[in-house]
């Protein structure tokens, strides 16, 4: 890809997001870890050095060598690039004796500079960072300060190379993406011309080649990613594409159906595989929740597997892994410990001797979403809240029984559609109910009853990783409880989950 711009990450919790950032200026960029420099720099633009935990003075800090890279290419280093630039360069960088954490604003500008082009005195910007730069490096140039930060922005005069101390990447830089952009167009004059239209363009072209009139197999969950991953390879290659949705038993009331329907109306060579019974009976007994991810994810490859071998001769098996489970992390914290083993069709058995096709690795989820606008997949399809790939049976805390799964079903259902009529569900970034294992007591009629009770929950994100609980309408939560417990049988008492991640989960299990 020409007209790349590459990112060094050196560890921040912000680096996805400077990438984001770039890619909403429609500029394709890669996250590479600092100590992976690309051996062949010839598709690249520009460079970008990221933020990082890490002290530039501390020994174990990372300190990559980057003669390859200066005065070769533009370089704009944030936050701890910019430290590093300093540090190594004849310049002083020092503990800051004030924390200079959060809002700042700039003080002074040299606005005749390209960096600061169309941004004004005072522009908020967002700082993260304990140590502070006291002198500049050899040949440093200051551009701008705070009241706090004397050298908030440098350049090192003779070379494009640029230094930050502030995150333009976060949104509270109001004028962070009009610096990027300054950057990237007017002083690296990269060209924006990553857009969905070419991206689909570029990438059906590829599959083309790639596959040839070799055939594909690919699951289908329902989910935004896999829908897309499929209308591009079906643009690609047409019934070349096998398709197989599979009904796990834990989807939501009637969703098999209805998204199976969707799929052939969008001309998808799809097969729908009512595989419930075969899940309900791997899972009978179950109630340890890593225990019920691994039999829902040896049924899915057991079912995957007899479905695909129907299919004579296929060569290749797609999948919508997208760039968030590509990039490869840099470990700060020594190696990263699994929370939840989450359950995808990466485990295939080696015999079947696929090669893998994943037209959306390079992607992100908002990026996947644009993709599939411009392949003008229905707007609801889209717009689908996340749902786990072992559905219901992580929302069902205990074992599973069919009797349970009819109970969560109605629920969620009463919830979900709710949330639509109320026109909340695109305010939520993902909501569901939760089948609790206690009953409580209570009254219907003159009689006392002992019956279940469900928790509903309804988070804002952006990405799963952190998330709040959503503060839904008093009136529309009062309406859910009333016609959950009048509507559904064996159910007495609803509460709504008010936790946020972390320290809570979204899923309960
Ligand atoms: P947690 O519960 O970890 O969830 O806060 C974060 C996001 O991941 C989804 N999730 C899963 N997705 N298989 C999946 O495919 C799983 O086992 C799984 N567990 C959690 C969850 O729905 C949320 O969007």
Known sequence: MHNNVLILDFGSQYTQLIA?????????????????????????????????????????????????????????????????????????????????????????????????????????????????????????????????VINAAYRI???????????PEVYHSTDGKQLLENFLVKIAKVAQEWTPEAFVDMTVEDLKKQIG????????????????????????????????????????????????????????????????????????????PEGK?????????????????????????????????????????????????????????????????????????DEVRRVGAELEIDKELLGRHPFPGPGLAIRILGDITPEKVRILQEVDAIFINGLKEWMLYDKVWQAGAILLPVNSVGVMGDERTYEKVVALRAVESTDGMTADWVNLPYDFLQKTSNTIINRVKGVNRVVYDISSKPPATIEWE
């Not at 640029?162 to 995150?167: E, S, W």
């Not at 834990?250 to 019974?277: C, I, P, T, W």
């Open 213 to 288: 009139d070799d055939k594909v197999v690919l699951g289908l969950s329902g989910g935004v990613d896999s829908t897309v991953a499929a209308v591009l390879l079906h643009k690609a290659i047409g019934k070349n594409l096998y398709c197989i949705f599979v009904n796990n038993g834990l989807l939501r009331k009637n969703e098999f159906e209805s998204v199976l329907d969707q799929y052939k109306h969008m001309g998808l060579n799809v097969r729908g595989v009512d595989a419930s019974a075969r899940f309900l009976e791997a899972l009978a007994g179950i109630s340890d």
């Open 293 to 365: 991810r691994k039999a829902i994810g040896k049924t899915f490859i057991d079912v995957f597997d007899d479905e695909a071998h129907r299919i004579q001769d296929v060569k290749f098996l797609a999948q919508g892994t997208i760039y968030p489970d590509v990039i490869e992390s840099v470990s700060v914290n020594g190696p990263s410990v699994t929370i939840k083993s989450h359950h995808n069709v990466g485990g295939l058995p080696a015999y079947m001797k696929l090669k893998v096709v994943e037209p959306l690795r390079m992607l992100f989820k």
């Open 20 to 148: 984001r950032r770039v890619r909403e200026l429609n500029i394709y960029c890669e996250i590479h870890p600092f100590n992976k420099i690309p051996e062949d720099l010839s598709g690249f633009k520009a460079v970008i050095l990221s933020g990082s935990p890490f002290s530039v003075r501390a020994d174990d800090a990372p300190h990559p060598d980057l003669s390859q890279i200066r005065k070769k290419l533009p370089v704009l280093a944030v936050c701890y690039g910019a430290q590093y630039l300093a540090h190594f360069n004849g310049g002083k960088v020092e503990a800051s004796e004030i924390r200079e954490y959060g809002r700042a604003n700039l003080s002074v500008i040299k606005d005749d500079e390209m960096l600061f082009g169309d941004i004004t005195e005072n522009s908020q910007v967002w700082m993260s960072h304990s140590d502070t730069i006291k002198e500049l490096p050899e040949n440093g140039v200051r551009l701008a300060s705070t009241p706090d």
């Open 157 to 167: 005069d003779g070379e494009e190379t640029y230094a930050i101390q502030f995150h």
